[in-house]
């Protein structure tokens, strides 16, 4: 069988041939693991597999569909996201309405989350629900003629001929060995269409994996709450990054885990297995980690074994919206896990939202100041989205008119960068302003600006920052490029930097 397996054009604003500065840098920086796990499957198997990751190569519709007839596929799969679905929907009926007799696969958390909805359009004629990797592999052999029928494939939903609604066959028990899977097939996608966000590149080629699967917690806003937590042994884990090394001479991982951090032993196997094979000398890499989970004797152990940063979940500066979001963690938590982070070498980077249910201005400012207060060396601020199937969402079902109203003006509703949930006492624009001055006022002060300019040593360094001009402008401002008065601003309270050494001051000398 043939099969092509699509990442989705992102929104419509690639559908006119552009994307904005977050689209490009912040959802463009790492390969569609999902699909490349399924067609790795698949390829084991004896099929042939294609893969497009029309997001990252900022296809629209029409080039993606163009691309799918070149291959002249068996069956297509197309992977559904909350943020991406309008689009991907467009692109099931163009790929339906030009072969009509190649049946369409959904899958993914969307189809996942919300069935009924996902598989509203006909163009879809089956729903993954759950992990794909081998019931995909049932369905390409169903639709071979050599697998079983689809009501005996566990784990979908799809509809009987001349029957209304959907049919859900039983649910797929998830499998507990992920070292059974192979390695992604990353050689079906260019290489080179991934960009690291500059304040995230620590050296090049980088590449994204994953070493678990899950959540056990239960954050108020994630889709992924309380999903479980499976691990790869960490003999895999090292044993693909040795593959990474090797066959792409990949010089840095970012692990894109819900949470790579989930408990000390796990931690402390994976980073002695990278020291015991002196893969720490060969490879950096980054994680993300639960305040509550790392010590600063795990942290050394992870700067050891070649850990450059450790991203961490905050989300809030207010112990109140902290608890009404299930974060499970305090302010003075949030402090000693970065401020040992920072110490040990590993530069914090921390991601917060502003407007949760409970966040009013005040509650904002509170955060800003919080965010300001730690040792942080980067930030990513985020605009809640209500997502289905989340707890917030069943709060929202309950009481949303306590909480705030819900704005659907725009194509792509979900997208964390322009308000669709805005609660009480705020207005969209409120919400766009504290955005934007969330992100001046962290990284428009001396200690962050010097921090950036301690990394600049070559001029690659240079390029990279200069090349995300337009995302930090649009981030900080609203404005899709940069302007001189906008360096000027951020040289000149560099330049102001003399504490420690002032290695800025060495900077501005050398210009």
């Not at 698949?42 to 597999?49: D, I, K, R, S, W």
């Not at 015991?276 to 074994?305: F, H, I, P, Y």
């Amino acid at each position: 069988m043939r099969v092509m397996l699509i990442n989705p054009p992102i929104d419509s604003v690639l559908e006119k041939g552009q994307a904005n500065p977050v689209t490009s840098f912040l959802f463009y920086n790492s390969a569609p693991l999902g699909i490349l796990y399924i067609a790795a499957v698949l390829e084991q198997a004896g099929h042939t597999v294609a893969c497009i990751d029309a997001a990252a190569e900022q296809l629209n519709v029409e080039k993606t569909v163009a691309r799918v007839e070149e291959f002249g596929p068996d069956l297509i799969g197309i992977g559904s996201f909350t943020v991406t679905f309008d689009t991907c929907t467009k692109l099931g009926k163009a790929l339906k309405a030009l072969m009509p007799q190649v049946p369409i696969v959904l899958g993914s958390y969307h189809v996942t989350l919300v069935p009924e909805m996902a598989m509203a359009e006909e163009c879809f004629d089956v729903g993954v629900l759950g992990e794909g990797e081998f019931t995909m592999l049932e369905l390409v052999e169903h639709y071979g003629g050599s697998g079983a029928a689809l009501e005996d494939i566990t784990g979908i939903c799809y509809r009987k001929p001349n029957d209304e609604g959907l049919h859900f066959t039983g649910k797929r028990k998830k499998f507990r060995k992920l070292d059974q899977l192979p390695f992604p097939a990353r050689h079906l996608l260019p290489p080179n269409i991934y960009r690291p966000v500059p304040v995230d590149e620590h050296a090049f080629p980088k590449f994204a994996m994953v070493s678990s699967r899950g959540c056990p917690h239960a954050c108020a806003f994630c889709q992924k709450s309380r999903s479980g937590y499976r691990s790869h042994s960490p003999e895999y884990i090292v044993d693909e990054m040795e593959h990474l090394i090797r066959e792409f001479g990949v010089k840095d991982i970012a692990f894109v885990d819900s949470l790579f951090c989930a408990n000390k032993k796990r931690v402390h196997k994976i980073c002695d297995e990278m020291i015991r094979r002196g893969v720490n000398k060969q490879v950096s890499w980054t994680c993300s980690s639960r305040v509550e989970v790392v010590d600063r004797a795990l942290l050394e152990k992870m700067k050891e074994a070649g850990c450059w940063r450790t991203r961490f979940g905050v989300e809030s500066g207010s112990d109140q919206v902290l608890d009404f979001i299930s974060k499970g963690i305090t302010k003075e938590k949030i402090r000693a896990a970065i401020t040992n982070a920072h110490e040990v070498g590993l530069r914090p980077k921390a991601f917060f939202m502003v407007g949760h249910m409970p966040d009013t201005r005040e509650t904002i400012l509170e955060t800003i100041e919080f965010a300001k207060s730690l040792p942080l060396h980067d930030v990513t601020v985020q605009i809640n989205t209500l997502l289905p199937m989340t707890p917030q969402m069943e709060v929202w079902k309950r009481e949303g008119a306590k909480w705030g109203r819900v704005f659907n003006e725009t194509d792509n509703e979900k997208s964390f960068w322009e308000p669709t949930f805005v609660p009480w006492g705020l207005e969209k624009d409120d919400l766009i302003e504290l955005h934007r001055k969330f992100y001046r006022e962290f990284y428009f002060r001396p200690v962050t600006l010097a921090r950036h300019l301690e990394e600049i040593r070559t001029w690659r360094d240079v390029i990279k920052y200069v090349q995300a001009g337009s995302l930090f402008s649009f981030l900080f401002f609203n404005e899709n490029k940069p302007s001189l008065w906008m360096l000027k601003e951020a040289l000149t309270k560099a330049a102001k930097a003399n504490s420690s050494g002032s290695s800025v001051d060495r900077y501005m000398a050398a210009k």
